[in-house]
Each structure stands twice: as structure tokens, then as C-alpha cells.
């Protein structure tokens, strides 16, 4: 086990506040060490943000924790039970190849759950090994990265470690551990498990546990179980519109991946769309495309309801009573959407003020780069910047039209050029993680090469600087005969 100075070296300040709910949300768990732990990335500014020693995460003691095989004797230890409908099915589920150190006080008070990804069999890992593979842990790294780099709420990565173990799956794999930092690993699977599994009491005690860590200006308030829904509603339609401004497909939005913090999490079969079309699917099991681009929102709502169903006891005593309220509730998500969507899609646009036709502007230049197939973030970047007018539909007399309308659109608002031009460089990102950079990066890593990981990860933590040695990245791949697919990362 860490001693104690060896701790206090580390940055390490635990709490275990979930700890306090009743035992049949956690199990405790007996580490599974790894053979020949080993570095491969770690997110320094992170560490410095919230309390961590860098230096001392790379020593051998604090690679040893990172990867699972030390002990931190303030730490929980832990994996937490959930529930979940995966693709519309219920099912039980829990944390089956990961471990909760502790909760991390940082230096100005914040709390951040830390959190072991594949490491090792846990109660529920339903016959699996428990175990990671070094590509899909890198590729969570990357994203979710450049997802914080947008301004993009979400889980975000600590480190990578390797195991020096080979994983099974449908070849030899390089094993793999990521730490990942979260406000919180509350899920709506997780009220889902309580109201399914438990009673009552145990959803009440959770959703209590829940308002006083992530909505303590509710904690109070007499209405307060319908509010903690309205809130979480509130952060899901603010979500889900940023995720569609960048073109980000989540591929997987079960309800036990989605947080009641409004955190973007699990980077499995995530991918960013190049070209502009509404119905693009990247997941390989994502077969009916459910979880397809366009439906973003309206999955999450259809989440949402089966969270707001499992507050129906703690909302009102009468069951159609707390179903009116709840459905009330819910009913104010799509124009919450939308008004998130489109204050995003104006700024992109430069448009600071309100009119009636904006709505139409914006959907007539997707209706036009979805026709000509247009990428969806260099379109911006066009517009931005007033480059590759010559191509595509830039040069359609439909584009013509269509720019004749925004330009007098334009003029219609006190705000110069330039403050234009300023807000839509801050509102359009240079550069995603494009999904064969990210090929490429995760490739070049598993030849043992990290160059190529380290040059994206330089380049897509800052995605609104729009400098020179970011228009590579922003090059297309060639074309394909056969779609771009992901994988749920194992």
C-alpha cells in the first residue's frame, strides 16, 4: 500500500461521499494488479487543476496507482451498481471493468471523481474480463479532450497506462488502464437501478445524495425532486445542442451513459461527422441508426423520461398526478433544445441579434451542405474566413442566393465586420479530431510510436486558435467505398 507520504506527495485529497448511500449502490473491490505497468500519456494541466503533483504520478509508486495496483488507504475502492435501457432494453449493468479510487478535493474546493477504466473483473462484469485495450483508451483520451477544448462539458482523461498484459478480443491486444476525471459518475441508469432494484427510501436517498453534490441551489426548495429533473433536463438540452453544433456523434446514448451532471461520457464508438448528413451512423451496432446524428435530441428526451420515471414516487404521491408534473417537465426539452441550437448556429453565423428568418437561414445552408456534401466544420471555416468560394457549393447560384440573404442579414445588427469575424472565429473550431487523424494517432501508438498522439492532442486542445500548423489537421480523408465504422471500446 501508498504511504502516507508517499500521498501527500502525489497531490492525492480523497473524500468518499458516496460512501453514504446505501450499500447496494457499490461494491468494494480487491484490486487486480497489472504485470509491468508503464506510463504512455498524462495530462498535466489536469493534474495541476485538480491537486495532483505530476512529477510524482510518474514516479514508480504513482504509475502503480494509476494502474491499479496500489492501494490509497483514504480511497473508496469501489464499483457502482446501475441500471440501463441499452437501445431501448432494460438491463442491469454496474461498473464492470472499473474501479472508483475516492472522490478528489481539489485546492479550491471542488470535488472530481477519480476513476480507474479497465481495471480488471469487478461483480459486474457480467462474465468479461474486466480489462481495456490500449486504442480505445487512448481514442476516450483524444476526444475527450477536444471536446473540453470546445467548451463541451465532459468527462476528461488523467493518464493512459499500459500493462504489459495482452487482452483477448478478436485478436491480441496491448492492455490498457485510462484514469478518468468526473464531477460524478451518477447515471440516470443509476436512479433507474434504484427505482427498479430498491424502493422508495433508496431513490429518495439518492436523489438527495444527488441535489446536495451537484444542485445545492435547490436543496431546500419544497419542490425540490421535480427541480432536480427541470435542472437536469436544462443541462441535457444545453448538451446535446453543443454536441450537435460540432457535428460530434455520441453512437451510444443508453441512459447509463448519460450523467445527471450534464458531463459528456463514454467515447466508445464516438466519431465526428466530415460530411454534413443528418442520418450518419458511425457505431457498428447501431444498425437501425437509433442513435444516428439527427435523433441526438430526441433520444435524449426519450432518456430523460425514463429518468423522470423513476422519480414518479419522490414527485407526488398520486402516480398521475406525478406523471402530469413530470410530463410537463419533459415537454419544455425540445424548445430548451432548440433555443440552446440556435443561439449556438447564430453565433457560428455571426449573428448577434434576434429575427424571424433566422431559423431558415440556418436551415437552408444545412439543406444546402447536406445536396452538395459539403464537410460540415471546413463550411464554417469557410464562411469564417471567406476561402473556397471557387468550389462545391460555394459556387451554385443557390449559394449565391443564399449568401446575398445573410450578408443583408448582417447589416441588420450594430455590430461591425470585425466583431463579426471575431465572434464567429470563437464560435467555429479550426479543427476536430478528425476520425483518421485519430485512426492514425491510435495506429501509430500501437506500433509504439506516441509522436503522432502527442502532435493531435498539441493541436485540438486548442481548436479556436486558427494557426498555421493547424490547416493540415484540417484536411479531409480520401474517399471511401465503405462507411467509417467504430467499435464500443473494449
Given at each position: 500500500m501508498t504511504n502516507k507520504k508517499e500521498i501527500i506527495e502525489m497531490g492525492w485529497n480523497l473524500d468518499n461521499s458516496y460512501l453514504t448511500l446505501p450499500k447496494s449502490f457499490f461494491?468494494?473491490?480487491?484490486?487486480?494488479p497489472v504485470t509491468s505497468p508503464k506510463l504512455v500519456i498524462l495530462n498535466y494541466p489536469l493534474a495541476k487543476s485538480i491537486g495532483l503533483d505530476s512529477d510524482a504520478l510518474k514516479t514508480k509508486e504513482g504509475v502503480s496507482v494509476l494502474a491499479?495496483?496500489?492501494?490509497?488507504?483514504e480511497g473508496a475502492f469501489i464499483a457502482q451498481a446501475y441500471a440501463?435501457?441499452?437501445f431501448g432494453n432494460f438491463t442491469m449493468l454496474g461498473d464492470?471493468?472499473?474501479?472508483?479510487?475516492?472522490?478528489?478535493?481539489?485546492?479550491?474546493?471542488?470535488?472530481?471523481?477519480i476513476q480507474l477504466k479497465g481495471s480488471g473483473r469487478t461483480p459486474y462484469s457480467r462474465g468479461g474480463d474486466g480489462r481495456a485495450v490500449l486504442g480505445p483508451m487512448l481514442r476516450e483520451y483524444i476526444i475527450s479532450e477536444a471536446m473540453y477544448g470546445f467548451g463541451i462539458p465532459t468527462t476528461r482523461s488523467l493518464a493512459v497506462v499500459k500493462t504489459g498484459e495482452v487482452v483477448y478480443r478478436e485478436t491480441k491486444k496491448e492492455g490498457a488502464i485510462l484514469t478518468r476525471v468526473a464531477a460524478s459518475h451518477i447515471r440516470f441508469g443509476t436512479f433507474e437501478y434504484a427505482a427498479r432494484f430498491g424502493d422508495t427510501k433508496q431513490v429518495k436517498e439518492l436523489a438527495d445524495y444527488t441535489i446536495k453534490r451537484h444542485f445545492t441551489n435547490i436543496d431546500d426548495n419544497e419542490n425540490k425532486y421535480i427541480n432536480l429533473l427541470k435542472e437536469v433536463i436544462k443541462k441535457h438540452a444545453s448538451l446535446v445542442a453543443k454536441w450537435q453544433s460540432v457535428g460530434f456523434i455520441h453512437g451510444v446514448m443508453n441512459t447509463d451513459n448519460m450523467t445527471i451532471s450534464g458531463e459528456t461520457i463514454d467515447y466508445g464508438p464516438c466519431a465526428f461527422m466530415d460530411n454534413y448528413n443528418p442520418d450518419t451512423v458511425f457505431s457498428s451496432i447501431d444498425r437501425n441508426g437509433r442513435y444516428a446524428y439527427k435523433n441526438q435530441p430526441s433520444m435524449a428526451m426519450w432518456n430523460l423520461c425514463r429518468f423522470a420515471e423513476a422519480l414518479?414516487?419522490?414527485i407526488d404521491e398520486n402516480q398521475d398526478k406525478a406523471i402530469k408534473i413530470a410530463q410537463e417537465a419533459i415537454s419544455d426539452f425540445s424548445e430548451l433544445h432548440y433555443t440552446n441550437w440556435i443561439s449556438i448556429m447564430k453565433s457560428k453565423l455571426g449573428i448577434f441579434n434576434e429575427e424571424a428568418q433566422d431559423k431558415a437561414i440556418i436551415e437552408d445552408l444545412l439543406s444546402m451542405m447536406e445536396k452538395y456534401s459539403e464537410d460540415y466544420t471546413n463550411t464554417f471555416i469557410s464562411l469564417t474566413f471567406d476561402k473556397n468560394k471557387d468550389k462545391g457549393m460555394f459556387a451554385s447560384p443557390e449559394f449565391d442566393n443564399w449568401n446575398n440573404i445573410w450578408q443583408e442579414r448582417l447589416t441588420r445588427q450594430p455590430q461591425s465586420k470585425e466583431e463579426v469575424h471575431q465572434m464567429m472565429q470563437k464560435s467555429n473550431p479550426a479543427v476536430i479530431p478528425r476520425n483518421h487523424r485519430v485512426e492514425e494517432a491510435i495506429e501509430a501508438a500501437d506500433r509504439g510510436d506516441f509522436n503522432v498522439l502527442r502532435k493531435l492532442l498539441e493541436v485540438i486542445s486548442r481548436p479556436y486558435e486558427h494557426s498555421k500548423d493547424q490547416e493540415e489537421y484540417t484536411k479531409l480523408p480520401k474517399r471511401s467505398s465503405c462507411g467509417y465504422k467504430t467499435y464500443c471500446g473494449t
Open positions: 461494491t468494494k473491490i480487491n484490486l487486480n491499479g495496483n496500489e492501494n490509497i488507504e440501463g435501457h441499452q464492470g471493468r472499473a474501479v472508483l479510487i475516492g472522490e478528489q478535493i481539489t485546492p479550491s474546493g471542488e470535488r472530481y471523481d414518479l414516487p419522490l
